[in-house]
């Protein structure tokens, strides 16, 4: 499966950004998905996490509350909704994916994975 992540940009603290991730190749719909980022020299962390029917998530705590993971199913394409953006969510956000019913926070367990979109936030 390819992943094409998108809707990065520059937005002010407090604002809000709507990243998708489109899928290609094959249906998303039985794969779990996880979001992570890395923000300027960090290691890749994790984001969130949703299961292949989207009735399971998983966020990490940095983000819980203030961001919300989603899936279209039908369009392919999974969501992560951030809100009230603070500076230390400037990172680049990648999505993946992986094909077992787990919803993993280890980087090593999703084998495809997108190029990236740049999420800068200012204070």
């Known amino acids: 499966v390819q992943l094409q992540a998108c809707g990065g940009g520059l937005v002010q603290a407090g604002g809000s950004l709507r990243l998708s991730c489109a899928a290609s190749?094959?249906?998303?719909?039985?794969?779990?998905m996880g979001w992570f980022r890395r923000a300027p020299g960090k290691e890749r962390e994790f984001v969130a996490a949703?299961?292949?029917?989207?009735?399971?998530?998983s966020y990490a705590d940095s983000v819980k509350g203030r961001f919300t993971i989603s899936r279209d199913n039908a369009k392919n394409t999974v969501y992560l909704q951030l809100n009230s953006l603070k500076p230390e969510d400037t990172a680049v956000y990648f999505c993946?994916?992986?094909?077992?019913?787990?919803?993993?926070?280890?980087?090593?367990?999703?084998?495809?994975w997108g190029q990236g979109t740049e999420v800068t936030v200012s204070s």
């Open positions: 993946a994916a992986d094909f077992r019913p787990v919803l993993s926070h280890q980087t090593s367990d999703y084998p495809y």
């Open positions: 190749g094959r249906t998303l719909g039985r794969y779990v």
């Open positions: 949703l299961s292949s029917s989207g009735t399971a998530t």
